[in-house]
T-cell receptor, first 111, second 116 residues
Framework: TQLLEQSPQFLSIQEGENLTVYCNSSSVFSSLQWYRQEPGEGPVLLVT???GGEVKKLKRLTFQFGDARKDSSLHITAAQPGDTGLYLCAGELSSNYQLIWGAGTKLIIKP | GAVVSQHPSWVICKSGTSVKIECRSL??????MFWYRQFPKQSLMLMAT?????????EQGVEKDKFLINHASLTLSTLTVTSAHPEDSSFYIC????????????FGPGTRLTVL
């Protein structure tokens, strides 16, 4: 059974603080995607990382793919209330292209 | 581009009735569509994968006779929840990709189903 462990599951911090969300697995992924989901809406793709060691930046969000392509992290600098939402990681298996989903991180940024 | 719509966005029905949810790719042809279920504060759970013109492939534990999936065209897939019960209440999300296998999934906005 392929698992993608995402942590923390819940995080509530003050505006301006930094945070990191982690996704770890024993499986190797051909790519890993990060999504953000608002209540009552579908997930929206933030970024896809493909190469081991790859780092992508999206304004205050920094995404990193592990060298072995088994783990990834999302770092948010100077969090804003608008960053509040459910963040999901999903790894794509190279064997069958199936997406394996993390449990999600519920992020609340307090003004 | 790559917009996916779902209809209805929310539905309330009585126990024992059937509900059909539509998923449409508005500006591209979707060879493959996926149906997910999401309970509150939880991640997405893949229910089934459907390729246009073929029978859907259901994940383990998902009843194919209860959750009927039809992918008759390259822009439309439907999920019918038959004889719905309160435990079927959930947020159902579809996604679509242009090609089978490795390709980006574009997600719909979801459908909130409440069974009374």
């Amino acid at each position: 059974t392929q698992l993608l462990e995402q942590s923390p599951q819940f995080l509530s911090i003050q505006e301006g603080e930094n945070l990191t969300v982690y996704c770890n697995s024993s499986s190797v992924f051909s790519s890993l995607q990060w999504y953000r989901q608002e209540p009552g809406e579908g997930p929206v793709l933030l970024v896809t990382v493909v190469t081991g060691g790859e780092v992508k930046k999206l304004k205050r969000l920094t995404f990193q793919f592990g060298d072995a392509r088994k783990d990834s992290s999302l770092h948010i600098t100077a969090a804003q209330p608008g960053d509040t939402g459910l963040y999901l990681c999903a790894g794509e298996l190279s064997s069958n292209y199936q997406l394996i989903w993390g449990a999600g991180t519920k992020l609340i940024i307090k003004p | 581009g790559a917009v996916v719509s779902q209809h209805p966005s929310w539905v309330i029905c009585k126990s024992g009735t059937s509900v059909k949810i539509e998923c449409r790719s508005l500006d591209f042809q979707a060879t493959t569509m996926f149906w997910y279920r999401q309970f509150p504060k939880q991640s997405l759970m893949l229910m089934a994968t459907s390729n246009e013109g073929s029978k859907a492939t259901y994940e383990q534990g998902v009843e194919k006779d209860k959750f009927l999936i039809n992918h008759a065209s390259l822009t439309l897939s439907t999920l019918t929840v038959t004889s719905a019960h309160p435990e079927d209440s959930s947020f159902y999300i579809c996604s679509a990709s242009r090609r089978e296998g490795i390709d980006t999934q574009y997600f719909g906005p979801g459908t909130r189903l409440t069974v009374l």
